[in-house]
């Protein structure tokens, strides 16, 4: 499987000139310009959009989000939490591809391994009209390679709550 594809890094570092919402979303791409300005942030690594989309081409994801999304009823909380479970169990099933895993280990261990927080930093999470805060999963105080692969995997799949899905459709995002 080609992995890559478009030519994006799966990780950067913080200090990266690649900061582009699109590719690191609104979040990181903000720590990057407050480093820039030399406002002083914690060390830390940005998984890129292209991680999160390779993540589910491995694990052949985009055709069952899709089908699940299609029953999608805004206003039946029964049928998002229905359709939310469904999606965040098939991410729990997932696995990082091994170069993909390879890289994150070598991020985090520069780090040295000392708690780190998982966030999200979609790229649409703050638009003009419409604020994300608070649809996606934090993870504090995460410590050793197997608790960071589950948040990692879990604060992706987080894109996928009963809150997040209802809110993008009723927005139209």
């Known amino acids: 499987m080609q992995i890559k594809s478009d030519g994006i890094p799966w ?10 919402i699109r590719v690191v979303g609104g979040k990181a791409a903000h720590l990057c310009r407050l480093i820039k300005e030399k406002f002083p942030v914690p060390g830390g690594f940005i998984l890129t959009t292209q991680a999160y989309q390779d993540f589910i081409a491995f694990n052949h994801l985009e055709n069952p989000i899709q089908s699940r999304l299609s ?27 091994e170069l993909m895993l390879q890289e994150l280990m070598v991020a985090y261990h520069n780090l040295g391994v000392k708690p780190v927080a998982v966030r999200s930093s979609a790229t649409v999470e703050d638009l003009p009209d419409l604020s994300f805060a608070g649809q996606q999963d934090t993870f504090l105080n995460v410590v050793g390679d197997e608790c960071l692969l589950r948040a990692v ?7 996928w709550t009963a809150r997040a899905i209802g809110y993008r459709i009723r927005n139209g995002v």
């Open 11 to 20: 990780i950067l570092s913080l200090y990266s000139e690649e900061s582009a």
């Open 71 to 97: 029953e999608a009823i805004e206003d039946s909380p029964e049928t998002l939490e229905r359709i939310s479970g469904e999606i965040r169990s098939l991410f729990s099933l997932g696995v990082i591809p």
């Open 153 to 159: 995997i879990d604060c992706w799949s987080s894109l």
